[in-house]
């Protein structure tokens, strides 16, 4: 009896360990996200330089958590439950490596776009949206911390507003390309940079439906709301990339 | 002793069924990527919509598997190599599936696609890219059956040839744009379609970086190679999404 409280409690102090950077993590991906809209949006070519050095410790810290949850599961073995916390942990920090690159990939985009004309005020509508993604995403790691399914469930349903905001763009973006073929190159690096933002909705989706399945034991049926947002046929639309 | 080996026993037959699920998986993969293109060049919506279909079995194959895994990691608590071999299933699980995923998302194209004109021979082009990916994947799970990392290190290094056909194709696209407004709307769904071929040979890098890993204990330096892809600065390269 004592021996087995001995061992469960090294898990769980092992578990906070890991969960513990997981956090670190994500307030990193929190900055990057929003670093990367704000330096596309104010022309802060130092800032974008900033976000793209950043990655570095973000990829550093999926490589820890990766080495010290293969290291809990050989030593302590878990199963049922706390297994699925472990593997959980393991997809998350995947997601948030990810969310890390593709900030990096906007903040690259930035250093070429600074060089262009500004195509209307689209950069202050990624941002909104890039703002919209790093709220999601703060509270999917705050429903992670109080495996909280409701909060998590609301975040997924959020995604849909950010499917709706890259639409808008996108139509956006199709409008400029057409007025003037010379908006046609920033308008190539914007499109990709509200698909990269669209994206990272998606990994946060991802993040909160390991939250749901942690909490209930059950993954979102999400099978009909993917169908609702791939309405490729319905305009132009060019539909989420991923489903 | 005895019960050891029985153990050890249980543990390679469970990893033997795992395999067989990962080549079933990637046999889908290989077939969805190379008919995607097909579809696409010779506008048979038909098999467009098959490679649509198909890409449920692939899904119900990664879901099954990641079950399977967590089975047999609760079960066997399996540690060093044996552990590092159930978590690389794993991820190679969720790169095919992406794959699959990719691959249905250029069927979904390719049905919006044949409605319009077609736009020079680009669709040969990106079938040649996608046969080349799909040997990439032939081989890359090969080299896993075989724990060949001489055979798994060459596919990483062909993934730069994916990479220099994904640049040309990008200036070709921008070429017909500038051209005539009137092709803006076919070339970026053909440039998605190229830039999904492109990412699925950054999937096939992965899962033959996990090849080497599992080979040789150590992941490929591919720090080099990653630095001389990212040529955002050098001309209308849009660079690889993710890095």
Known sequence: MNEKRHIVSAFDRDLEGIQAQIMKMGGLVEDAILNAALSLETRDEELAMKVRDGDKAIDKLDEMLNEEAARVLALRAPTASDLRVVLSVM?????????????????????????????????????????EVQNMLKDALDSYIQRDAALAMDVIERDSDIDQMYNALFREFLTFMMEDPRNITACMHLHFIAK????????????????????????????????????????????????
Chains 1, 2 share one sequence.
């Open 91 to 131: 997809r998350m920090s995947a997601n948030l490596e990810r969310m890390g690159d593709l900030s990096k990939n906007i903040a690259k985009r930035t250093t070429v776009l600074v060089q262009m004309q500004p195509i209307g005020s689209t950069t202050s509508a990624l941002r909104r949206m890039a703002r």
């Open 196 to 243: 990269n933002i669209e994206r990272m909705g998606d990994h946060v989706t991802s993040i909160a439906e390991q939250v749901v399945f942690l909490a209930t034991g059950k993954m979102p049926d999400e099978a009909r709301v993917k169908a609702d947002r791939t309405s490729l046929d319905k305009g132009p639309d060019l539909g989420p990339e991923e489903d």
